[in-house]
């Protein structure tokens, strides 16, 4: 296995507390510093003040589980204030993974509230020079409230019919400007030419130039008259990213015209929105995490996709992004397995439904990532998304399908991929056009 | 003025597009890392897909209205792939402020889809080894679709007849851990000694230890007894964040019981959460940012807060927290006020609605500070929080209020703290206690 992940199984806390790692850097004194953070975000503030009992401190103080010193550093990895004279003049820099439970009578099962805990104030913190949040373990309580997915992995393929390969999808592209009969046009080409899964462009949701419910009106009697003719259905995630009750009424529409998916930008939408939808929802739930790279792309500040994904997934998405190897972006491959991994690490322990949802592989995807994504994963639990790597071969739309079926062919049989191109004219055309 | 503001007024649009500032830097040429990042907001793949016109090109792309150079870094700011050969052994990271435009048609006038927009997948470019979303300029359209704020300033003052000064607030301390019983204990010392404003903390919100409704049931008595006795009402914002059908039924709840304000931790939230409790709510909504360091710590990703703050104002809050000066967090005092001038800034053109609201300045605040904010800000449109400033004042809880009016007063009428303090014993119990 070429790719370390790290990966380890976090079952649910059985003591009925939360609990939080992070990653932390600070030039106070470690255990100091963290007590500040552990204050911070429970019954703390600059002073002590006459309510706060040693009492109250034990009912609802934040209790620091774990300190383990890492490395140091010579200066601070995010700006702080000027530093107290005590520190001396070269001081340096401690960083720590750290852990932090709260009671559960803090704030009870309610992922807001969670998100304000975990990842609030904290951050400002003068006490610190970098802080990320690396991981959550919840008490099984909140899935007492939260409905998790509703279709997750299994269900995703029920409503299709495939099993043992991946769902081959694509992003409708251009991203954005395509009006609704042209994006119907491309679908009708995309489902000749065998796709499983499309899905709107996160740029694509209800605007003026293409509304939700005209793109339903065209793509929908496509997916209908190809389902008819050949028996094979087709999963269209429709972007109805919007306010709440555009969203709902957008949902209806999407499933009174026959379709099985929703797609939303979760950031965008919020946490009650999403768990809202869910309530409501009939369908599958695209997750989409465009702005995931203001939490991410920093090492020093943010969040990490194991925490972050825990918050979608109990809200209710079944499907939730995750990049893709050697992808457009800035992310290294490493990262890309840890985060699919965590989609489907169960968060709670039987028998308590474990939230799996079905990662999504996207961003500059084509046949030539397959064989080490499959290797990496060691399943084929997932949706593989290629815009450019469909519609830029040289076989056309087509030809783009048919060399990631191919490619994944030869994956899940242990086939080496040159080789396997060598009887497989669109998978040799793919490696042709797309390897670096 | 002793705190350089860069202040400057942006209003609407008036060409119906959305136009973004952006800090950028990129080690490859900047035109070209700049029109990527364009691209990847608009209709761009990394390849030129057959649907992608030149025609649909001018119709949906993203157009880079504005390149300014700024300085030079010998290394990335966030860490990116390793770079192409031809950039030389020792590439140098250009550093740019941007303005970029959208077509309206492209997404319409919707917030979660604007974030998603001007926030979404173009901080994980490789192209890019920094990105901040400085601010932002809408066109008309979003407030004809948007509410805004109901109360804003000047509603606010109205409902508890305050003029001429801020309202001097405080937060319920210890943050979490009071019972409902205690709580109102603590608003009893507080409304008797004054007090204009008081709010629950952003921890505290409907926990077991204290569920929301307990709380109502418990201090609304204590405010309408005060007021009945003296003629004076004091707003109480009641932290109602939490899912969607329970924020609304606990709006209803504290309206019922007589109160006036509700608090959501806006990120905890989301956008579509808050803009439908705005249209359902009949009380002032107060806005906190907890979770805002994540965006704003790093100076070479996220956002600033003359763009976020936008969001929320134009989603429907009253009261914005913006920080204070000498805080006991990381943020500079010209940052606290930039946060403070943009949440007064009208977002659009009059007639359009401008959606100012009250900046809440909290953290560490004592009698102090106050000189200082009002010389920043030269206004007393303000919400003055202390926590350890009013509950750890030599004078207890009466002494702390007295000597945050008496401190605001000085400014007002531009007297000497000290000068003043000596007529005004709270004040100077105050600076005995706070003075660093």
């Known amino acids: ?6 990966a380890s199984p976090r079952p649910s806390t059985t003591d009925g507390r939360i609990r939080a790692t992070y990653w932390v850097e600070t030039p106070f004194p470690l255990e100091a510093a963290v007590a500040v953070l552990a204050g911070e975000q429970s019954c703390g503030t600059f002073a002590r003040l006459p309510g706060e009992t040693d009492q109250l401190r034990e009912a609802a103080g934040a209790v620091v589980e774990r300190i383990t010193p890492l490395d140091m550093a010579d200066s601070p990895s995010l700006p702080i ?20 439970s709260w009671p559960f009578d803090n704030l009870g099962a309610s992922l807001p509230n969670l998100l304000a805990t975990v990842a609030g104030n904290l951050f400002e913190l003068r006490e610190i020079s970098g802080l990320r949040l ?90 209908k008259e190809h389902e008819q003719r050949t028996g094979r259905k087709v999963m269209y995630a429709f972007n109805i990213t919007d306010e709440l009750d555009v969203m709902l009424q957008n949902h209806d529409y999407v499933q009174a015209a026959g379709g099985n998916c929703i797609m939303v930008t979760v950031a965008a939408v ?21 702005g995931w790279g203001m939490l991410s792309r920093s090492p020093y500040i943010g969040m990490d996709y194991r925490a972050y994904q825990q918050f979608w997934r109990l809200a209710g998405v079944d499907h939730l992004h995750v990049n893709g190897l050697r992808n457009k972006f800035s992310e290294d491959d490493a990262s890309v397995i840890r985060s699919a991994q965590a989609c489907v690490r169960p968060m709670f322990d039987a028998p308590t439904p474990g939230c799996e949802v079905m990662p999504v592989f996207s961003s ?35 030809g783009g399908v048919l060399s990631l079926r191919e490619a994944w062919e030869a994956a899940v049989q242990g086939a080496d991929l040159d080789t396997y191109a060598q009887s497989h004219p669109a998978l040799a055309q793919a490696i042709a056009a797309f390897r670096a």
Chains 1, 2 share one sequence.
């Open 1 to 6: 296995m070429p790719i370390n992940t790290n």
């Open 270 to 290: 919020g946490l009650p929105a999403l768990v809202w939808l869910r309530k409501h929802s009939q369908l599958a739930i695209h997750g989409h995490r465009a």
């Open 364 to 398: 500059g995807q084509t046949a030539e990532q397959v064989a080490d994504t499959y290797k990496a994963l060691g399943s084929t639990d997932l949706i593989y998304c290629c815009g450019g790597g469909i519609m830029a071969h040289p076989g056309g739309v087509p």
């Open 81 to 100: 204030r000027p530093l107290p004279s005590k520190l001396g003049a070269n001081p340096t820099f401690q960083r720590a993974e750290i852990e932090v």
């Open 134 to 223: 690396l991981d959550l373990q919840l008490p099984p309580s909140f899935a007492q409230r939260y409905q998790g997915p509703q279709f997750g992995i299994q269900g995703t393929r029920k409503l299709l019919g495939i099993e043992g390969r991946p769902l081959i999808g694509t992003i409708i592209k251009p991203s954005v400007g395509l009006n609704p009969k042209e994006t119907a046009a491309l679908v009708k080409q995309l489902v000749d030419a065998g796709i499983d899964f499309i899905k709107d462009d996160e740029l694509q949701a209800n605007g003026p130039h293409s509304p939700l419910r005209a793109r339903v009106d065209a793509i929908m009697p496509v997916l």
